[in-house]
């Protein structure tokens, strides 16, 4: 049995899991969440009531969020590409930048889009104003932090650029990425020619009509 992933190929946490499901080749199902396959969905909530994506199911068990699949892939398949280092103090730093960039890029990230597809008169301006400072303060303190470094967390691709990856590629749709932040706009160029997340990139083409705030003919 392959573990499977209940997933959308345009969702930015789809991706970070599909980027980990890439680098190492692990075989997997893909399940489709999509409305033209209601019953995939129906499973899908009936697994995870709250109805976030992706999951992964495997062994009978259900592993939600994406940084815990990650996780659970480097104990139960583990490949030749670590995500998760052996050595604990690089393993804590990944797990911080992991963080970073779902709370403070990803979430404000998210929240900006999510408001543009609310009716007109449930629009919430502050919080969009709120989200996109944040992303400003994001950026600008991952400009300093990734000066010098290749990757987000010790010397090799991890869990954190799995984050990185799509939460920087949306973010940039949605809040552009100050020219002057070279650092955090070469780190995305980095991210965007890693194959496993260049494939996920390609894989969500189709989808670039369907973004709220109009994808930008780029990337
Ligand atoms: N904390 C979750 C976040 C997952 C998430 O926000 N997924 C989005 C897609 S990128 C989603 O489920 N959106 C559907 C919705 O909001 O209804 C994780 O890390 O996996």
Known sequence: ?????????????????????????????????????????????????????????????????????????????P?????????AETALEVRMLDRFFDNYI?????????DAIRPADARDPYGVEEAREMLDRAYGWLDRYMEGRQWAAGDDFSLADCAAAPSLFYADWTHPIDPSFDNVRGYRRRLLERPSFARAV???????PFFPLGAPDRD
């Open 1 to 77: 049995m392959r573990p499977v992933l209940y997933a959308h190929p345009f969702s930015s946490y789809c991706q970070k899991a599909l980027i980990a499901l890439y680098e190492n080749d692990t075989p997997f199902e893909f399940m489709m969440l999509a409305p033209d396959h209601p019953d995939v969905y129906s499973e899908f909530a009936a697994r995870w009531p709250i109805r976030r994506f992706p999951i992964l199911v495997d062994r009978g068990r259900t592993i939600m969020e994406a940084s815990i699949i990650i996780e659970y892939l480097s104990v139960h398949y």
């Open 79 to 87: 490949g030749p590409v670590r995500l998760i280092p052996d050595d």
């Open 106 to 114: 990803s979430t404000p990230q998210q929240r900006v889009v999510f």
């Open 202 to 208: 390609d894989e969500a083409r189709p989808y670039r």
